[in-house]
């Protein structure tokens, strides 16, 4: 894993400075839908995908409960067995408070090792309980198990993490108006898996996993009768401390600046600097102003998209977006779109990236979503 962090060339060092993490695979966005918009979720109108975005949705669910199967290949272009796959479900209890649930996993593929045949994966187990605590309001919270082997080689001193984690979530939707229109507005905000860090290595250091502030709004307009469309975006801020530089580390060590042969030293380094020492939620404060290029570097931590979403007789929908992470910190870049059928019972989405940066693993990929309707199918089957 750390060979994997350093390969950016130290030429980029003063300048590429991601925030790393473990479990990378809990910030991949899991459905078409919010996929098709940019990797927006937050704010638009409660699905059953709600729990990954702002589980805080449900109790405005118009359906009682739902069901969902979404699916994401991985870097096609290279491999044809890494993907992610994702199952979610709700259920309302009353009018004003649901319970929800999710399964992710990604898998790795197949590795040969020796005589062995290897599976490394990722997988996080969640519950949520959202309600309303007004007509336009509601909260959310949610807890969640994480698994993570990722060993390649039974020779290798890497061992399967774990971790345990927490989501807090909430959410606002009313009616506006917009010179003779009824407008739908929402706004929500997600701050999720705040948690225990990870280890690979039984515990002699611990990465932290992707703790998130997620903030975002949405207005529903109707066009007419039977078109509507809506408007979206979405902020995150990742809530982990900056990890300090190679090129820091050079200059405090008095080391060339070109010098590309000091990594495990630089790993050695880190954990006198204190870095593997900050807790969690200290992390979490920290992450707002330990950035080494000052409150300018802060500011391109935040990354984000937008999205659009048109509807024709709540049955079709076309969807577009356009999500954006600094050069400098990840250099996610990338157009979406996307078109979704709904009729009673189910409802079938399919979401496709262009990417405007090299070496994005979901380029060219088509994902795809597809959800029941439990009412519907209670209907269907006469038990009413």
Request: hydrophobic residues 35%.
């Amino acid at each position: 894993m750390g060979l994997i962090m350093m390969l950016p060339l130290a030429a980029q060092k003063d300048i590429f400075n991601p925030v790393y993490t473990g479990v990378t695979s809990l910030s991949i966005a899991p459905d078409a839908r919010a996929g098709a918009m940019g990797d927006v979720g937050c704010a638009t109108e409660a699905d059953v995908n709600s729990q990954y975005w702002n589980p805080a949705k449900y109790p405005f669910n118009i359906a009682r409960a739902g069901v969902s199967l979404s699916y994401t290949p991985w870097l096609r272009q290279l491999v044809k067995d890494i993907d992610l796959a994702y199952v979610t479900g709700f259920y309302r209890i009353g009018d004003y408070s649901a319970v929800s649930s999710s399964l992710t996993y990604f898998s790795l593929g197949e590795v040969i090792a020796d005589q062995y045949t290897i599976k490394p994966y990722e997988l996080a187990l969640d519950v949520a309980y959202s309600r309303m605590l007004s007509e336009t309001f509601s909260a959310a919270v949610a807890l969640r198990f994480i698994y993570s082997d990722l060993q390649y080689d039974y020779e290798e001193d890497v061992t399967a993490g774990s971790a345990f984690a927490a989501d807090v979530a909430m959410y606002y939707n009313n009616y506006v108006l917009m010179g003779n229109r009824e407008c739908m507005l929402g706004l929500g905000m997600n701050i999720s898996n705040i948690g225990s860090k990870i280890s690979y290595d039984g515990g002699s250091t611990n990465q932290f996993i992707p703790t998130n502030l997620r903030i975002g709004a949405s207005l529903l307009m109707p066009i007419d009768e039977y078109n509507t469309i809506s408007f979206s975006f979405d902020l995150n801020k990742l809530l982990v401390p900056t990890r300090p530089t190679y090129s820091q580390f050079l200059e405090e060590e008095g080391y060339a600046a070109n010098d590309n042969s000091r990594y495990s030293e630089y790993q050695t380094w880190l954990e006198t600097t204190g870095y593997n020492d900050i807790s969690p939620i200290s992390g979490i404060f920290k992450s707002f102003s330990d950035a080494p290029g000052g409150f300018s570097e802060e500011l391109k931590e935040i990354y984000g998209g937008i999205g659009i979403e048109y509807c024709y007789n709540n049955q079709f929908t076309l969807r577009g977006g356009y999500h954006y992470e600094n050069e400098y910190k990840g250099n996610r870049k990338y157009y979406t779109l996307g078109a979704g059928f709904k009729m009673n019972v189910f409802s079938l989405d399919a979401a496709y990236l262009i990417s405007t940066a090299q070496s994005n693993p979901l380029d060219q990929t088509l994902r795809f979503s597809l959800s029941f309707d439990m009412d519907g199918i209670k209907d269907l089957l006469g038990r009413r």
